[in-house]
């Protein structure tokens, strides 16, 4: 007898708080040089592409400024100093959580993005909800069968094809202007959340559910969904407790792209349906070249990358066992 | 009293191909009845459509499919439901891949308890824990929490067993259920799947080897192309075949009767071409060795783990060397330190009598040439866009060929290992497994070496292929002196292959000698327990052998 206990096995690894924090260790640091990266970037770009910020600063005012003043407003917002030194005076300020101060609004970058924000993550939370959602009904319900498949199928390649603000106003034309069942515009209670919240969720909802689809086919075909089968559990039970699991891997893999979507998407969305938040915020700030705005609003978004990213490594672990022992 | 599985007629077709074609047969209580085909025989189609799960788009027709007496073929989905995984129990191959890698396996085996039964949770993990103790897992506690990965694979197909006996049922289908373990594991399963079966259910198992099964059945049913082509108890078809496709299937096997003939029961391969053979092919000069080699790799956890430990060989000019070992024993690390593909911790390998750290890159790429490898799985080891042609023509400009003569000698090639220019043009996923690694023998020809190390080359190949396999390995052998290294886990193919053998475990050689003392007087104990779980014809079996050289 070969001793059953010894050949090949290993005690389980259960995923322990050491492994997670070395991943997570190793992932904050990325974080910061993502970090770093973004800010000097958007940096080299606004200053490249770069009209008079002196100019546009005072400009609000609706005045025709003399040169005196507008070299005393270059003087207090330090643009008379070398390019390097900005940087470095831009890092340094970064490094202690200092955003600058808008241009545009007189007020820190931090508390004009603060107050703009929680109108923001409700829509986007509320838009990735949907989207996941229906993505996973979508698929779930779908997959491998005929002729459902290809009708949904259809549906999400035109929802994915169609540019955002066109899914807008279609939306606008039905539930608001025909119907009238539904608000036009505006930040006031849920009901007005609604449309925004699909104009964002479909396009995203749409490809995350073909890419959930295809993955859930494949999985589909595995055996031990055919074992699961033939312990009698029903088709669409075996799905959503075998196969689902697997298949949102590659969910998780693309929060990302759900991420970057949600990102822009706001600015269209909000301008639309004339809401408050981050993409109306980030809109003006490019119009006006209220560069301490776009520069904070980058590093703000490549924040939110990360802390993403981040969020998505724990959650990797936590579907697939199997990572942590490797 | 009725029978416990009736099927007359059982037609199977996807897209108008039909898989399946006519299967009857009757199982009853108390039985084992076997089901042997090759890959593409129908066997497995046909267990799935007993259980109403044919397969996606499959189109089923049957004259009469009678379960304990009960019609089955008017059943939905639903009724079909009630039966699966409480009176069927069904064991699938390879328990990697069928248990959900996701779930701890005590969920798994759980899951037909929650479906079938009114235990409440408790009850059911209680349940598991004891149906585990029942298949032979040790500390059924811990492992209940482990997950597929974490348990070695014959641990895995027992719990696969204990998810499929969970409700007590009264027929199990075991489909394969040792083709991916050890021999000496699967020895065990088997062992285990026969005490399950008790006076009240029966057991079908369905397996491409026959010698596995004979074990185990009472009756045997020999299926080809969609058909069963003889049915009748164990003993009679194995002394008495009567189908010359059973009598093929038998002759392939290559166990001890077969060592020094032809095993397969086609033509021969086409009189030699014109070859020459490599100008330093005397017989009994040292053309690869190796002395102490050892070779460790950090596990998961940063731990070095010792692949190869204290391994020394010779290899003869025109001889074979087989290297026999269970997964995990050290063999591929062997071979690929043998190679040059990995760097020895400690030891050297010699090629011709020169050590490999002792030659310049450009007398390495020199010796490479001389050593070639033929894989297990030829489908993984070509470009899936390279034809025939490209792949033989790639390895022959490695050689050094000029670009004006290799078609000629591409098709020389190819003639020697039985596939003609036809073959030229086509892709790999257009050829079929034993042409594939035809083609890869051919490849490893291209480079005219002194020295090809086979990497379980038959091991994934059906057995009459893989018969003529081992036959074309012996001829070329016969007409180009070339020394092979045989690596395999199928102690049956090494017996036959072989002149010398190693017998690893643990990555160190246990044994090693003669093939024929090795196997008839073994000194090791860990070799007498592999010689015992070779799966065994029984009764012996002396089929028409042909010796070698002639036809």
């Known amino acids: 007898m070969t001793a059953l206990g010894t050949t090949g096995t290993r005690l389980a690894v259960r995923p322990t708080a050491v492994a997670i924090a070395k991943r997570i260790g190793v992932r904050l640091i990325a974080g910061v040089g993502v970090l770093w990266g973004a800010a000097t970037l958007s940096f080299i770009a606004l200053h490249v592409t770069a009209g008079d910020a002196a100019l546009s600063t005072v400009a609000g005012q609706g005045a025709n400024p003399t040169k005196e003043v507008l070299d005393q407003v270059r003087r207090?917002?330090?643009?008379?100093?070398?390019?390097?030194?900005?940087?470095?005076?831009?890092?340094?300020?970064?490094?202690?959580?200092?955003?600058?101060?808008?241009?545009?609004?007189?007020?820190?970058?931090?508390?004009?993005?603060?107050?703009?924000?929680?109108?923001?993550?409700?829509?986007?939370?509320?838009?990735?909800?949907?989207?996941?959602l229906l993505?996973?009904?979508?698929?779930?319900?779908?997959?491998?069968?005929?002729?459902?498949?290809?009708?949904?199928?259809?549906?999400?390649?035109?929802?994915?094809?169609?540019?955002?603000?066109?899914?807008g106003i279609v939306l606008l034309i039905v539930f608001s202007f025909t119907l009238k069942v539904l608000p036009v515009s505006g930040n006031d209670g849920p009901r007005a959340l609604i449309l925004p919240t699909l104009t964002l969720a479909l396009p995203i909802g749409a490809v995350l559910a073909q890419v959930l689809r295809s993955e859930l086919e494949e999985v589909l075909e595995q055996p031990f969904i055919l074992t699961a089968r033939t312990r009698g559990m029903r088709d669409t039970v075996v799905r959503v407790r075998h196969a689902l699991r697997h298949a949102l891997v590659q969910i998780v893999t693309m929060s990302g792209f759900v991420v970057g979507g949600l990102l822009g998407g706001a600015v269209i969305t909000e301008t639309l349906f004339v809401r408050q938040g981050v993409g109306q915020l980030m809109l003006s700030a490019v119009t006006t070249k209220d560069i301490p705005m776009v520069l904070g609003l980058v590093v703000f978004a490549a924040f939110v990358y990360v802390l993403v990213n981040l969020l998505v490594d724990i959650a990797y672990t936590l579907i697939d066992p199997r990572l942590v022992t490797r | 009293?009725?029978?416990?599985?009736?099927?007359?007629?059982?037609?199977?077709?996807?897209?108008?191909?039909?898989?399946?074609?006519?299967?009857?047969?009757?199982?009853?209580?108390?039985?084992?009845?076997?089901?042997?085909?090759?890959?593409?025989?129908?066997?497995?189609?046909?267990?799935?459509?007993?259980?109403?799960?044919?397969?996606?788009?499959?189109?089923?027709?049957?004259?009469?499919?009678?379960?304990?007496?009960?019609?089955?073929?008017?059943?939905?989905?639903?009724?079909?439901?009630?039966?699966?995984?409480?009176?069927?129990?069904?064991?699938?191959?390879?328990?990697?891949?069928?248990?959900?890698?996701?779930?701890?396996?005590?969920?798994?085996?759980?899951?037909?308890?929650?479906?079938?039964?009114?235990?409440?949770?408790?009850?059911?993990?209680?349940?598991?824990?004891?149906?585990?103790?029942?298949?032979?897992?040790?500390?059924?506690?811990?492992?209940?929490?482990?997950?597929?990965?974490?348990?070695?694979?014959?641990?895995?197909?027992?719990?696969?067993?204990a998810s499929a006996i969970a409700c007590e049922p009264e027929l199990l289908l075991a489909d394969e259920p040792t083709?991916?373990?050890?021999?000496?594991?699967?020895?065990?399963?088997?062992?285990?799947?026969?005490?399950?079966?008790?006076?009240?259910?029966?057991?079908?198992?369905?397996?491409?080897?026959?010698?596995?099964?004979?074990?185990?059945?009472?009756?045997?049913?020999?299926?080809?192309?969609?058909?069963?082509?003889?049915?009748?108890?164990?003993?009679?078809?194995?002394?008495?075949?009567?189908?010359?496709?059973?009598?093929?299937?038998?002759?392939?096997?290559?166990?001890?009767?077969?060592?020094?003939?032809?095993?397969?029961?086609?033509?021969?391969?086409?009189?030699a071409a014109p070859v020459s053979p490599p100008a330093a092919a005397q017989p009994g000069r040292p053309v690869l060795a190796a002395v102490g080699l050892r070779k460790s790799f950090p596990g998961p956890d940063g731990v070095a783990r010792v692949a190869v430990e204290d391994v020394s060989l010779t290899l003869r000019a025109g001889e074979t060397l087989g290297i026999v070992g269970e997964s995990g024993s050290g063999k591929s690390t062997t071979a690929r330190l043998l190679l040059g593909l990995e760097t020895p911790d400690a030891g050297e390998v010699h090629v011709d009598g020169t050590p490999w750290p002792a030659l310049t890159p450009e007398q390495r790429r020199a010796h490479r040439r001389r050593l070639q490898i033929v894989y297990q799985d030829p489908l993984g080891s070509f470009d899936p866009r390279f034809t025939v042609e490209r792949v033989i023509g790639e390895a022959l400009g490695a050689a050094g060929h000029p670009r004006g003569a290799r078609r000629e000698r591409t098709v020389e090639l190819l003639e020697m290992v039985a596939l003609d220019a036809g073959h030229l043009r086509r892709r790999p996923l257009e050829l079929s497994g034993g042409q594939r690694q035809r083609v890869a023998v051919a490849r490893a020809l291209a480079a005219e070496?002194?020295?090809?190390?086979?990497?379980?080359?038959?091991?994934?190949?059906?057995?009459?292929?893989q018969a003529q396999i081992l036959d074309l390995l012996a001829d070329l052998q016969a007409r180009l002196g070339v020394a092979y290294l045989f690596i395999s886990h199928d102690l049956g193919v090494v017996y036959h292959a072989s002149d010398r053998v190693l017998v690893m475990r643990d990555g160190r050689v246990l044994e090693s000698g003669d093939v024929r003392t090795v196997f008839t007087d073994p000194q090791h104990d860990y070799t007498r327990e592999l010689l015992a779980a070779i799966p065994r014809l029984t009764p012996q079996v002396a089929p028409p052998a042909t010796p070698l050289g002639v036809g």
């Not at chain 1, 959580?97 to 409700?122: H, K, N, P």
């Not at chain 2, 001890?256 to 086409?270: C, D, Q």
């Not at chain 2, 002194?450 to 292929?465: G, K, Q, R, T």
């Open chain 2, 1 to 161: 009293m009725t029978s416990l599985l009736e099927v007359a007629g059982l037609k199977v077709a996807f897209n108008g191909t039909t898989v399946v074609d006519g299967v009857s047969f009757t199982l009853e209580r108390g039985e084992c009845l076997a089901l042997v085909g090759e890959s593409g025989s129908g066997k497995s189609v046909t267990t799935r459509t007993l259980v109403g799960l044919p397969g996606y788009g499959a189109r089923v027709h049957t004259d009469r499919l009678r379960f304990d007496g009960t019609d089955v073929t008017g059943f939905t989905d639903r009724t079909w439901r009630r039966v699966r995984g409480a009176r069927i129990g069904f064991v699938l191959q390879d328990a990697m891949a069928s248990l959900d890698p996701l779930r701890p396996v005590g969920r798994e085996i759980a899951e037909p308890l929650a479906l079938h039964t009114t235990l409440n949770r408790a009850a059911r993990a209680a349940r598991v824990h004891e149906l585990l103790e029942s298949v032979g897992v040790p500390e059924p506690e811990v492992r209940a929490a482990q997950y597929p990965h974490q348990l070695s694979g014959g641990l895995r197909q027992r719990a696969l067993i």
């Open chain 2, 449 to 465: 070496p002194e020295v090809i190390v086979c990497d379980e080359p038959v091991s994934a190949l059906d057995v009459s292929v």
């Open chain 2, 179 to 271: 083709t991916a373990l050890d021999a000496t594991v699967a020895l065990q399963v088997l062992d285990l799947l026969g005490s399950l079966k008790g006076n009240r259910s029966g057991l079908l198992i369905v397996s491409h080897d026959l010698a596995v099964v004979a074990r185990l059945a009472d009756r045997v049913a020999v299926m080809k192309a969609g058909r069963i082509v003889e049915l009748g108890a164990t003993d009679a078809v194995l002394r008495d075949p009567q189908h010359p496709y059973t009598k093929a299937l038998l002759a392939a096997v290559p166990s001890a009767h077969a060592k020094g003939t032809w095993l397969s029961t086609v033509e021969r391969p086409a009189a």
């Open chain 1, 76 to 132: 207090d917002l330090g643009l008379d100093q070398p390019l390097y030194h900005q940087y470095l005076d831009y890092l340094g300020r970064l490094l202690h959580g200092d955003l600058g101060r808008s241009y545009q609004q007189r007020i820190s970058v931090s508390q004009a993005i603060g107050e703009q924000l929680g109108q923001t993550v409700q829509l986007a939370v509320a838009a990735a909800v949907v989207a996941v």
């Open chain 1, 135 to 167: 993505a996973i009904a979508a698929a779930v319900l779908t997959a491998r069968r005929r002729p459902w498949r290809s009708i949904a199928s259809g549906v999400e390649l035109t929802l994915s094809a169609t540019p955002t603000f066109v899914i």
